[in-house]
């Protein structure tokens, strides 16, 4: 199965429509998206291939180019030195709320919600939660604003 999800998450860089097709071949893959007809994903965007079936993605959802999201994380509080020996990661659950807006170069390492209409600013690393109606930016990101 992993060999498929893998297979399916390299095909989807190639050149297509963004909006259906790509979601598609990303569904394919492993990741669970809810519709993804309604649902944009621009090129070059990489999803976890350790844990793909981790990351939900709701309707109406945009993925802006080169975005990363990664659904597995390095806890050293958690992990033994023989977990870190055989590549054994934590790993948690990434939902992206309906029309959620994720910017170009975004990247999402751990997990998290992000909210309903919440846009998240070209080249912003998502450590925490984003409530719903927020706008958020920055290295780590923080909230700039409400919609």
Not at 87 to 108: C, S
């Amino acid at each position: 199965m992993r060999i498929i999800n893998l297979f399916f998450l390299t095909l989807q860089h190639f050149p297509m429509p963004s909006l259906g097709w790509r979601s598609r071949i990303c569904k394919w893959g492993g990741v669970n998206i809810l519709k993804p007809s309604k649902t944009e994903i621009g090129t070059q965007v990489v999803f976890d291939t350790m844990a793909p079936e981790r990351i939900t993605i709701e309707g109406g959802v945009i993925i802006s180019t080169g975005s990363k999201i990664i659904s597995h994380y390095l806890d050293t509080h958690k992990m033994t030195p023989e977990d870190r020996l055989a590549n054994r990661y934590p790993v948690g659950n990434v939902l992206i709320k309906e029309n959620a807006y994720i910017g170009m170069n975004v990247l999402i390492i751990k997990p998290v919600t992000i909210g309903r209409n919440s846009i998240i600013g070209a080249g912003a690393v998502v450590i925490c939660d984003i409530p719903d109606n927020e706008i958020w930016a920055g290295n780590p990101a923080i909230c700039i604003g409400r919609l």
